[in-house]
């Protein structure tokens, strides 16, 4: 009798186990490149796409200007770099950024300031961007 109810309560605990995992598999975001690489849109009008290799290609409207660059993630964190600018490229943009970021659901993508002194950069990445 004893044995029966061990292994009875050893299912259920597997059982209960598998499901935990099945159901933590469900929501993982991908991790690494993968978690950022596609094409993704802000309410300012910018259109943002993100390479899985390492690249990037902006068009923003505010202000107007196409962007070019690269980008390295360490964790959370993304360090963006520009590499080429259609137009005038402000002094305080010729750095780097540095941004934590989140995948709230599949469709979106956030950042949050850690280190910028780029106004148009600041104020475009920290918008919520869309997968378009």
Not at 15 to 27: D, H, K, N, R, V
Not at 53 to 66: E, I, L, N, R, S
Not at 104 to 116: C, E, K, S, W, Y
Not at 120 to 127: E, G, K, L, Y
Request: charged share 15%; aromatic share 8%; with cysteine.
């Amino acid at each position: 009798m004893p044995l029966m109810k061990i292994q009875n309560s050893l299912r259920i605990i597997f059982a209960g186990a598998l499901l935990a995992l099945l159901g933590a598999c469900a929501t993982m975001q991908p991790a690494g490149p993968a978690a950022l690489a596609g094409t993704w849109t802000n309410s300012l009008g910018a259109v943002w796409t993100i390479n899985a290799d390492g690249t990037f290609h902006v068009v923003a409207a505010k202000p107007k200007a196409q962007i070019w660059g690269t980008y390295t993630l360490a964790g959370d964190s993304i360090t963006i770099q520009e590499t080429r600018r259609v137009g005038h490229i402000p002094k305080s943009c010729k750095g780097p950024g540095v941004y934590k970021f989140s995948r709230p659901d599949q469709n979106t993508l956030a950042f949050v300031l850690v280190n910028d002194v780029c106004k148009p950069r600041i104020q475009n990445v920290t918008q919520p961007w869309h997968r378009k």
